[in-house]
């Protein structure tokens, strides 16, 4: 595979995964009531940083890819922060890692502000970003997603005393979503680690090093003096054509069906 190539499909990969772990199966913003639902899961603590460990596990309860994040909350909005080297998947070569880095590709930021039904997908290293938003034409939620909780038992999860709960987020058009949530009793129900299944996979996320304080609010504003996109395919061929300026080869003309 063409080296450029690798390192853009890293980076597609790498961009889906922070994007999605803004806010674990909450973002990015769909309809109005995001915050809200963002909100009941996180209780009162809705100001705090912390490193978040994500893992998504087979139907087995095999793993197949990991993450560590950097991951703060504001008033609602999200910020996580993902360098390539803190990654493990079998989607990723081995090399992929060292062309991203050189590439200036190898650390994403994703901001979600569901009152603005945005995500900013972040490059420091290439000095770019992009926006995505909710569908204009998405449907608004004529009221709140009811949201039942019931209480499974008493666990310690990661040294904290832990209240297990199943969550269960039904929107007005009666989808529903499942989350087990523990509750950490001595970090002011912080949830600590929550669990969710999508088809034949489930996501964990176990927060740790977990500080009750409110981060710096500049750290969720737009990027400044970095080039802007449109989508997250229009960074790409932007970050492609400033690597062949750079002598990198071009990509390979598509093979024929």
Known sequence: MNKIRLAVVTALVAAGWVSGAVAQGFGPPQRDDFGEQLGKLF???????AVAQMTVANAAGKSLHTMEMDYAMR???VRSVMDIGRMKTSDMPAEAVAHMKSLGMDRTIAIGRPAERVTFIVYPGLKAYCVMTAPTGAPLADKPPKIERETLGQETVDGHPCTKQRVIITDDDGKKQEVLVWSAIDLKDFPIQTQMTTGKQTMTMLFQKIKLEAPP????????NFQKYGTLQELMMGAMQGMMSQGHPPLPPPEEP
């Open 75 to 77: 008033d609602g909005n």
């Open 217 to 224: 609010a500049e750290l969720f504003h737009e990027p400044k």
């Open 43 to 49: 209780g009162k603590n809705l100001a705090f940083t």
